[in-house]
């Protein structure tokens, strides 16, 4: 970092330092410093927002006069917390912490980011930049998924990074977490991209700690909050912005009609990227908005093949087969009653007595039967359908 | 100069404890000094008694009196000890002949007009005299007639108490309250619709003595699938019975005359006290919810609410089946060994916490579950969940067993228990698992990949052998454990789903 520091001239970088400052103020979001970057100048405009004087820089003037009613003293509390902050001492922070900043417009800033229509005024990841450089596809999706949606993102996220492609996503519960740790766990086979919401230091979910680390150091980790950024409500949307923006298209696979995925969708339509859905079962709450996207005409995903077609990779040949393994066993008749009735959704032990019409003993040894076959998983007390599922086979078939 | 020792007794957590009253009464101030440890209700005794005496008509006399509650040593709770004070100072001062009490007892608080009032406790009091003859008053008569031995009188007042005594009246006969024998009536497992697998939980909850814990969204009934775990439990031998009723007499519960032969079921509100639900408090001791559910169930409805400093103080009743409540100045022990069932909403939004369609966020669920420490969980050898039962269901579904079917069962398989050496097969000790609960092939098997899987812990698998032990014993199958006794109780132990995909 040093010598690409060195290599800068000495204004450059107070203003990425005050970009980096300006960021980490409440109230004060990448808009608005982005606003600041395009005019005056963030030196300055920190300048003006210490002496208490945000008035005069535009972007800030506004700001402050919308929050007026909210905050009428916006002005004076700005200036006390920039009074706390060094912005040079604040970036030797970032950089010691082993994390690189650009800010927008200056060399180094991301080349997929350049042209957004809303690009983060400053970026800051760890890692290396070299997965943006190949395709990148976005795998979203809700945080509270089934085992099957987990297991498809996953599945869908190694095909896609074994063909050279990077995946992109938020590192979020349930999807996002699930197509990363798939790519984590294949290491070497392919890149890793997470934008997270916080700062960089601050793993978000707590139990994604490992993974937020090991995306770090495997592959790019990058955020356009400094370090102290609480996660805040707004920084989500606004971290989805990016996924899209870094990506070349977005699969959602799971997400509900009203999940935040379906705005990582929007944006990406908005930057003119193919979105993609993973089409559900109807009556599936986890699958609704998925199938609303669709019905809006994104394009649905059956196997790896539709997302390679929609990034202009349609021709690549195919890695390996894993389906064409041996034939599965075969299953009882009550398991594939069982398999049926877990189609729509999660069941509990009660809804499948009753859905089956069979005793408590012998519904649980089917469940049993199925579990050891990997056809379903379990999770609390509901049981749900796994990928592998599909290639059941009952006695009744052959 | 007069000396007088009447024997009475008071209650302590659940026992009695006797009281020798001695009364000295000889010239100089006049006055009333109580000593012996009084708490302050009896201190109070000195004006209650001296107003009863006056209103019963005997003279109250103009000597130095000292009450002394002797072993002085203990602390001395409750009104009881009114009577016999009253009766003491009475014989000290010569206004009745100490023949006239010679071995009866006294128990009774005393109002200014001279009425005699119940007291709570009536049963282990009695119990701890060992009196030949016991005055009570007319209220707490039949319950002190539970115990067997001493002759029980029952008195309202004070002064026909006095004419009793000295011979001028016979006894009262006042009419006391009816002693209620009725069976209490129990709800029925048949009138519960659906909900299959929960009714095969209370089950095997009842005969093998497994703690249960229900999940499920509100309106699903679990409160209702819950009070009627009572009636699959077989009735208290006469034993428990008499524990159990001193237990609720201790309480200041009144018997209506008949041992309380149904185990008891307490519901207590998650707002509860830590003391009215363990028990303790002030220095009678007084037993709480864990003990009123003694020999019975004890229900906890949205256990997440409890505190947790409640939920901690439940697992040494639940080990040991009682609880020691320690003071400075002394010690009870409280009989709490209770079949534990309690219910809990998945998370806050009510879905169940169906993978994909809760709503929760991340926070809530965690924070939520962070009040239900893993050990107090780890207990409950049943966890189920219970859903809302549809429509269809609910209007037309066909009724269930009735209880006295399941209870028969149930009974059976608490036999086999006790042929084992055990109240229930919960009880069982892991060391005697090979013998009592051995497993074939396939069900080792079974066990051993659940294992591997990280999904069942050491202590887990001990208590998923014993449930498919009380499996099999309900279906009437001796011998090895197969994979569908053990798969049905595993599956009967759901993971509690910390959070979405999470387990715990």
């Not at chain 1, 009882?332 to 009735?341: D, G, K, M, N, P």
């Not at chain 2, 909900?195 to 969204?217: D, K, N, T, W, Y």
């Not at chain 2, 069942?456 to 197969?482: F, K, P």
Request: with cysteine; net charge neutral.
């Amino acid at each position: 970092m040093s010598a690409f520091a060195a290599a800068e001239p000495a204004g450059d970088r107070r203003g990425l330092a005050c970009a980096v400052a300006l960021s980490a103020l409440e109230g004060i979001g990448p808009a608005t410093v982005l606003a600041c970057v395009r005019g005056t100048g963030t030196g300055a405009a920190w300048d003006a927002v210490r002496a208490g004087r945000p008035q005069r820089i535009p972007p800030i003037a506004e700001l402050v006069r919308r929050r007026a009613a909210k905050e009428p003293e916006m002005a004076q509390r700005l200036a006390r917390q920039a009074a706390a902050i060094d912005p040079v001492v604040f970036l030797e922070r970032h950089e010691a912490a082993g994390q690189r900043v650009a800010a927008y417009g200056t060399p180094g800033y991301p080349e997929r980011l350049r042209n957004d229509p809303s690009p983060p005024a400053v970026v800051f990841w760890q890692g290396s930049l070299v997965g943006l450089d190949r395709p990148t596809v976005a795998i979203v999706g809700t945080r509270n998924a089934t085992r099957l949606g987990c297991d498809t993102a996953a599945r869908l996220a190694v095909e896609l990074v074994e063909r050279g492609v990077s995946v992109v996503s938020g590192l979020a519960l349930g999807i996002d977490g699930a197509a990363h740790r798939a790519v984590v766990d294949r290491r070497g086979a392919g890149v890793a991209i997470g934008v997270v919401a916080t700062g960089l230091e601050r793993a978000y979910p707590r139990r994604h700690e490992l993974l937020h680390r090991q995306v770090a150091s495997t592959g790019l980790l990058l955020s356009e909050s400094p370090i102290g950024s609480d996660p805040a409500r707004w920084r989500f949307p606004a971290r989805n912005r990016i996924i899209a923006g870094l990506s070349d298209a977005v699969v959602v696979v799971e997400s509900r009609s009203a999940g935040g995925s379906m705005l990582t969708a929007s944006e990406a339509v908005a930057r003119d990227r193919t979105v993609l859905a993973v089409p559900g079962h109807p009556t599936s709450p986890a699958s609704a908005g998925a199938l609303d996207l669709i019905a809006d005409g994104a394009v649905p995903v059956r196997d790896v093949t539709d997302v390679l077609v929609a990034i202009g990779m349609g021709g690549c040949e195919p890695v390996g087969h894993r389906d064409e393994a041996a034939a599965p066993a075969p299953i009882s008749h009550l398991a594939a009653r069982v398999l049926e009735v877990l189609e729509p959704g999660p069941s509990t032990l009660g809804e499948l007595v009753v859905a089956c019409a069979a005793g408590i003993e012998a519904t649980s040894t089917a469940l049993v039967e199925l579990e050891v076959a990997g056809h379903i998983a379990r999770s609390g007390g509901w049981f749900e359908r796994t990928a592998e599922a599909g290639s059941a086979r009952t006695g009744r078939d052959r | 100069m007069g000396f007088a020792s009447i024997p009475s007794a008071i209650v302590v957590g659940v026992d009695g404890h006797r009281v020798a009253v001695e009364v000295h009464a000889a010239r100089g101030i006049p006055g009333l000094t109580i000593v012996g440890l009084p708490d302050a209700s009896c201190r109070e005794a000195r004006d209650r008694v001296r107003a009863a005496v006056l209103a019963s008509g005997a003279k109250w006399t103009d000597q130095r009196v000292t009450v002394n509650l002797a072993p002085s040593s203990t602390r001395k709770v409750g009104s009881a000890l009114d009577l016999a004070i009253a009766m003491a100072v009475l014989v000290a001062s010569g206004e009745l002949e100490a023949e006239h009490v010679r071995d009866v007892a006294f128990v009774g608080e005393l109002g200014l007009d001279g009425t005699v009032r119940a007291v709570p406790g009536i049963v282990p009091i009695v119990d701890a005299l060992g009196a030949e003859e016991v005055v009570v008053p007319v209220a707490s008569a039949t319950d002190a007639e539970l115990v067997e031995g001493p002759r029980v009188r029952s008195v309202a007042t004070l002064r026909e108490l006095l004419a009793a005594l000295r011979g001028e009246e016979p006894w009262p006969d006042h009419d006391r309250p009816p002693r209620d024998l009725s069976e209490p009536s129990t709800l029925d497992l048949s009138e519960v619709r659906g909900q299959a697998v929960v009714r095969r939980a209370l089950e095997i909850a009842a005969a093998g003595g497994h703690h249960l814990l229900m999940i499920g969204p509100p309106g699903a009934g679990k409160t209702m699938l819950a009070s009627r775990l009572p009636g699959l439990l077989p009735p208290l031998d006469r034993a428990s019975a008499m524990e159990v009723s001193r237990i609720h007499s201790a309480a200041g519960h009144s018997l209506h005359g008949g041992l309380i032969r149904r185990p008891p079921l307490r519901a207590p509100h998650h707002s509860a006290t830590m003391v009215s639900l363990i028990g303790g408090g002030t220095d009678a001791m007084r037993p709480g919810e864990v003990s009123m559910a003694h020999a019975g169930v004890l229900f906890l409805d949205e256990l997440a609410e409890f505190p947790p400093t409640v939920l901690d103080a439940l697992r040494q009743p639940l080990e040991e089946g009682v609880i020691r409540v320690n003071r400075a100045r002394f010690a009870a022990k409280l009989p709490a060994r209770f079949l534990l069932v309690a219910a809990m909403n998945p998370c806050p939004c009510g879905e169940a916490g169906r993978p994909g369609a809760c709503r929760c966020p991340d926070g809530a669920l965690a924070r939520y579950h962070r009040r239900l420490s893993g050990p107090l969980l780890d207990r409950f050898d049943l966890r189920v969940d219970v859903l809302r039962p549809d429509v269809e269901q609910l209007l037309g579904g066909e009724a269930g067993e009735s209880s006295s079917v399941v209870a028969q069962r149930v009974a059976g398989a608490r036999q086999l228990a006790l042929a084992r050496g055990v109240l229930a097969n919960a009880h069982l000790r892991g060391s005697e698992l090979e013998r009592w609960a051995p497993v074939t092939a396939e069900a080792h098997e079974l066990l051993a990949s659940t294992l591997r899987s990280g999904r069942l812990s050491a202590r887990g698998l001990d208590r998923v052998r014993r449930v498919a032990r009380t499996i099999a014993d309900l279906a009437g199958h001796d011998g090895a454990l197969t994979g569908a006794h053990i798969g049905t109780a595993l599956h009967l132990r759901a993971d509690v789903r910390l959070g979405a995909g999470v387990l715990a």
